[in-house]
């Protein structure tokens, strides 16, 4: 037995529960185990002081008061009534505001949200052919058309221009140098020597 084992027995130990030989394993191993056989004194040593102590008389309307506590969640003088504002939030809000009831509205925004997203019907023209799996399935599976054809016509435009970019480059770099214009070259010399001058 090792001490894994012991600790989910000591309560069927102390309550006296156990078959016998299971009990002496029980002892046994708190007899070789420093750690449970401390573990087994503190056990036994409390239950035999719970046992001593004194039973406790409740007061006579202490089960009516929690009765009426209950429903309401909250301390309030058993012959208490409630204000208006009490009311409201008791009548009116305190429905909605239920974790289960929040926790669902998300879930339904979130249901619509991924509708709308899948299919393309907006929520507020939502009808109950808008709901049915193959209409779901048509609307999702057009969409993941439309973005492998959006992807593909990207990668496409991007080829097309890079390719058109590498045709350019080459013509630049394989275009024949320009024949100088001996007439030109002469106007700007006898300018430049005007102004020398």
Same mark, same amino acid.
């Given at each position: 037995m090792n001490c894994a084992e012991f600790d989910?027995?000591?309560?069927?130990?102390?309550?006296?529960t156990l078959a016998p030989e299971v009990r002496a394993q029980v002892e046994q191993h708190a007899a070789g185990c420093a750690g449970?056989?401390?573990?087994?004194?503190?056990?036994?040593?409390?239950?035999?002081?719970?046992?001593?102590v004194a039973d406790v008389e409740p007061p006579p309307n202490l089960v009516t008061r929690i009765a009426f506590q209950m429903p309401m969640g909250r301390t309030r003088e058993p012959f208490e009534s409630p204000g208006w504002v009490s009311r409201l939030v008791t009548n009116w809000l305190r429905p909605i505001l239920q974790p289960r009831l929040a926790?669902?509205?998300a879930m339904t925004i979130l249901s619509f949200a991924m509708l709308e997203r899948c299919t393309?019907?907006?929520?507020?023209?939502?009808?109950?052919?808008d709901l049915s799996p193959i209409r779901i399935w048509g609307g999702m599976e *057009? =969409? /993941?058309?439309?973005?492998? *054809? =959006? /992807?593909?016509?990207?990668y496409e435009n991007i080829r097309l221009v890079y390719e058109v970019e590498t045709r350019l480059r080459e013509l630049e770099e394989n275009r024949p140098a320009p024949a100088k214009d001996t007439t030109q070259q002469r106007k700007r010399a006898t300018n430049q020597g005007e102004i020398v001058r």
């Open positions: 989910n027995l000591l309560a069927d130990y102390v309550d006296d449970c056989e401390e573990l087994l004194r503190d056990v036994t040593g409390a239950v035999s002081f719970m046992s001593r926790m669902g509205m393309g019907v907006r929520v507020q023209h939502i009808q109950a052919v *057009d =969409r /993941a058309i439309r973005v492998k *054809d =959006r /992807a593909v016509k990207y």
